[in-house]
């Protein structure tokens, strides 16, 4: 080890920075939002100025400027950083992940910055910034944990039982005073391990389209119940010994009926474990989210939503289709084909008219019942469409062309789902979208 970690607390601290520019900021917003007293100053100050300091940074480039701010630091007993001269520092400034109480700093003994910032840009992934909210409960939770355990293994048992449960859960989503509340049930006994069940959206498939918090609980959960529509790569990310548990379920074949994918949820969350249930998308766009919720609910048990990148958002990105656009779409529309009672229940009409987007989720099989309705309702058969298969993934097929043409477009393509069907002028080429804008214009 080269260097040796140490925090410092700020409270009732100064903090000098010598030099003005963007060097000398940079410094300065290190500092923001915490306790310390910033003393900026442009011009080498009176040595008296910087005697309170317990840290004095010096961002002068001038070389004669930095020798008059070095020597007049070097009067002080403060610690010295001069930026971009490690030989002359007290002090390395690490790569900094802020999460209120919780810090982390990454050094490389000055060896390499650009790998240390690096390095804390993925911890940054792995510590998401609520983890802060845990750090405030243990602040607030500290005496009390103190006196109620005295014996340090009971202690730390404690701490596990409240940072780890449910008190931490609730820590997570920012309420503070319920958190306690429930620490204070653990302290004393009356909370036994009670499960949770988080309904998170795995998005379209490259994992890469994770939410960060997707990403968190994901990698807490002891089970996690997934589908056919979640990507393995997703999956990968998880804790290796979660318990992975396919349910299964494609249009027209309920492998795992519904009910019972509900009351296994419940069953597993009774059973004091952390239960995700992942599921394809956004849980709340035609994934059935809704009805988990309700029963997840009914029971008693502790459900939270985690929203995902519905596939009409990633699969469009993807295929840079924008779903609207100033010239060609004032508004978008997500339907399902597959609608409880049967597509034919759809009043196509309401999506008929021009310069608004139709995306079709599970429209596959009622393809050529809704191009057909929509023309019936009067939108034009020249209307471009595009089909998108499997987006995001490496088995992405794609096919682009008239409404018109709908059916046979799928078929020509073997497309079988998932698919989305988008429908409306921005499925055109990017080429002939960037065309007509400036044919219009
Ligand atoms: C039961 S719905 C679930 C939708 C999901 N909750 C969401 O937000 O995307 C399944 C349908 O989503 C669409 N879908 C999901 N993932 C897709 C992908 N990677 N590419 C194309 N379509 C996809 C298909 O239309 C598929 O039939």
């Not at 405030?136 to 730390?156: F, G, I, T, W, Y």
């Not at 994918?261 to 474990?273: D, M, P």
């Not at 609910?297 to 993807?318: F, I, K, M, N």
């Amino acid at each position: 080890m080269q260097s040796f970690p140490a925090f410092l607390p700020l409270e009732g601290r100064s903090i000098a920075i010598i030099g003005a520019g963007p060097a000398a900021d940079a410094k300065a917003r290190l500092f923001e939002g915490s306790p310390a007293t910033v003393l900026r100053f442009a011009e080498t100050p009176d040595a008296g100025e910087l005697e309170i300091a317990a840290l004095i940074f010096i961002a002068e480039a001038d070389p004669a400027k930095r020798e008059t701010a070095l020597a007049a630091a070097r009067r002080t007993r403060a610690w010295v950083n001069v930026v971009d001269a490690a030989a002359l520092c007290d002090f390395i400034t690490p790569a900094i992940v802020d999460r209120g109480e919780l810090v982390i700093g990454v050094s490389t003994s000055g060896a390499a910055p650009t790998l240390a910032r690096d390095i804390r840009a993925k911890i940054e992934t792995l510590v998401p910034a609520a983890y802060a909210k845990l750090a405030d409960l243990a602040r607030r939770m500290r005496d009390r944990v103190l006196n109620a355990k005295p014996s340090l293994a009971d202690r730390r048992a404690a701490w596990e039982s409240i940072l780890r449960g449910q008190a931490g859960e609730r820590a997570l989503t920012g309420d503070l005073d319920g958190a306690a509340a429930l620490a204070e049930e653990t302290l004393r006994g009356a909370r036994s391990a009670r499960g949770v069940v988080h309904l998170v959206g795995a998005g379209p498939g490259d994992p890469e389209l994770l939410t960060l918090k997707a990403l968190r609980i994901l990698q807490d959960a002891d089970i996690i119940f997934h589908d056919k529509l979640v990507d393995a790569r997703v999956l990968d990310l998880a804790r290796r010994d979660a318990e992975r548990v396919f349910v299964g379920k494609s249009r027209g074949d309920h492998s795992v009926p519904q009910r019972e994918i509900e009351w296994r949820l419940i069953a597993a969350a009774r059973a004091g474990k952390r239960v995700v249930r992942l599921k394809g998308g956004d849980p709340f766009i035609f994934g059935r989210g809704g009805e988990e919720m309700e029963a997840l609910r009914a029971a008693g048990v502790e459900a939270h939503v985690v929203p995902g990148v519905t596939s009409a958002l990633g699969v469009a990105a993807e295929a840079q289709i924008p779903l609207t656009h100033r010239d060609h779409a004032q508004s978008v529309t997500f339907v399902t084909g597959h609608a409880k009672d049967g597509a034919s229940a759809m009043d196509w009409s309401a999506f008929a008219g021009s310069a608004q987007t139709l995306v079709v989720y599970m429209g596959v099989d009622t393809a050529s019942q809704t191009a057909a309705a929509l023309i019936a309702a009067g939108r034009s058969p020249d209307t471009p469409v595009a089909v998108i298969e499997n987006g995001t993934t490496e088995r992405v097929k794609n096919v682009r062309g008239a409404l018109r043409d709908l059916p046979r477009l799928i078929g020509d393509a073997g497309i079988v789902g998932p698919a989305l069907l988008f429908i409306g002028e921005v499925a055109a080429a990017p080429s002939a979208l960037t065309q007509a804008a400036e044919d219009a214009a």
